[in-house]
Nanobody
Framework: QVQLVESGGGLVQAGGSLRLSCAAS????????MGWFRQAPGKEREFVGT????????SYADSVKGRFTISRDSAKNTVYLLMNSLKPEDTGVYYC???????????WGQGTQVTVSS
C-alpha cells in the first residue's frame, strides 16, 4: 500500500521560501514519477511539477518555473518541493502524488497548507 505524507507547509510572507517534503512508503519507487499539485480555494487542483524517481528528470508548470525546484532523496524515500520567491497566488493546499511510468496519478497524500501573505 503506497502512502504519501506531506509536511512543511505554513504561513510565509511574499518573497519568502518554504520547503515541502513528501515521505513515500509502501513499495520501491524506481519506476514511479512523483508529482506536486496544488489547489487554491475555489479553484481546480493544478499541476505544479514532477520528478522521475529514476534519473531525477524534472518538469514544471510555467507559473512556477524558475522559482520552484523538485528533488528527491532515494535513501530517505522522500521528495522535496523547494519554493522560492513565493507569491500570494501560490497559496493553496499542496499535494504529493505518485504514478507508475505510463499511468496516471493514483496515489495521493493528504495535503499541506501553504499560505503566502502580501
Amino acid at each position: 500500500q503506497v502512502q504519501l505524507v506531506e509536511s512543511g507547509g505554513g504561513l510565509v510572507q511574499a518573497g519568502g521560501s518554504l520547503r515541502l517534503s513528501c515521505a513515500a512508503s509502501g513499495r520501491t519507487f524506481s519506476s514511479y514519477a512523483m508529482g506536486w499539485f496544488r489547489q487554491a480555494p475555489g479553484k481546480e487542483r493544478e499541476f505544479v511539477g514532477t520528478i522521475m524517481w529514476s534519473g531525477g528528470r524534472t518538469s514544471y508548470a510555467d507559473s512556477v518555473k524558475g522559482r520552484f525546484t523538485i528533488s528527491r532523496d532515494s535513501a530517505k524515500n522522500t521528495v522535496y518541493l523547494l519554493m522560492n520567491s513565493l507569491k500570494p497566488e501560490d497559496t493553496g493546499v499542496y499535494y504529493c502524488a505518485a504514478r507508475q511510468y505510463g499511468g496516471g496519478y493514483n496515489h495521493w497524500g493528504q495535503g499541506t497548507q501553504v499560505t503566502v501573505s502580501s
